[in-house]
């Protein structure tokens, strides 16, 4: 069963403008989300986990327990925010699972 | 080293022949994922080992993949009779409790 959506494959803003990277989860129990991003020819690193609840490069989310969603902010986008975004979910058992992710543009 | 180190970063393999991927994770991180990431597309799982159980091995495409993790430290990536649609970037990541992944830079596989 898909634990993780993402939605929108392709997102484009312009810059200054906000940005929403949609995520929606099933788990039954409590997990733990988190954000990647891919810029061009680098690595996939940690944006951000929610148990931090800290903010990244300007970047938020918010946990929804209600909703089940782990949707990824950023009230001012930026052309150097153009990237591959993918929400992961952590089991109780450590075990991952990622969305299929999402290709923002920032148009300047 | 302070990373994930994946070798090679790059390799050009002729179809039908097998290739072999490395992966170190970081010292201490008991789970070891690969995934693999194709052009355009988002990551596909392959295959998860945790500590000493046995790993997940629902995500491998084919029985021509196989993987093994030695000492609960480097992994190998093992691809037999290689296809053209093997062709893609192979990430592996580790992990320790639920602090997140962190991915190696990928080994970027041809197969022509």
């Known amino acids: 069963a898909q634990r993780v959506t993402q939605p929108e494959k392709l997102l484009s803003v312009f810059k200054g403008a906000p940005v929403e990277l949609k995520c929606n989860y099933s788990y039954s129990g409590s997990p733990e989300l988190f954000w990647y991003v891919q810029y061009s020819r680098q690595r996939l690193q940690l944006l951000l986990r929610?148990?931090s609840r800290e903010s990244i490069k300007g970047f938020t989310a918010d946990l929804n327990k209600g909703e089940t969603s782990f949707h990824l902010k950023k009230p001012f986008a930026q052309e150097e925010d153009s990237a591959m975004y993918y929400c992961?979910?952590?089991?109780?058992?450590?075990?991952?699972?990622f969305g299929t992710g999402t290709s923002l543009t920032v148009i300047p | 080293g302070a990373g994930v180190s994946q070798s090679p970063s790059n390799k050009v393999t002729e179809k039908g022949k097998d290739v072999e991927l490395r992966c170190d994770p970081i010292?201490?991180?008991?789970?070891l994922y690969w995934y693999r990431q194709s052009l355009g597309q988002g990551l596909e799982f392959l295959i998860y080992f945790q500590g000493n159980s046995a790993p997940d091995k629902s995500g491998l495409p084919s029985d021509r993949f196989s993987a093994e993790r030695t000492g609960g430290s480097v992994s190998t990536l093992t691809i037999q009779r290689t296809q053209q649609e093997d062709s893609a970037v192979y990430l592996c990541?580790?992990?320790?409790?639920?602090?997140?992944?962190?991915f190696g830079s990928g080994t970027r596989l041809t197969v022509v």
């Open positions: 990541a580790s992990s320790l409790a639920n602090y997140g992944y962190t």
């Open positions: 929610h148990i």
């Open positions: 992961a979910l952590a089991d109780t058992g450590n075990q991952f699972y």
């Open positions: 010292s201490g991180h008991t789970a």
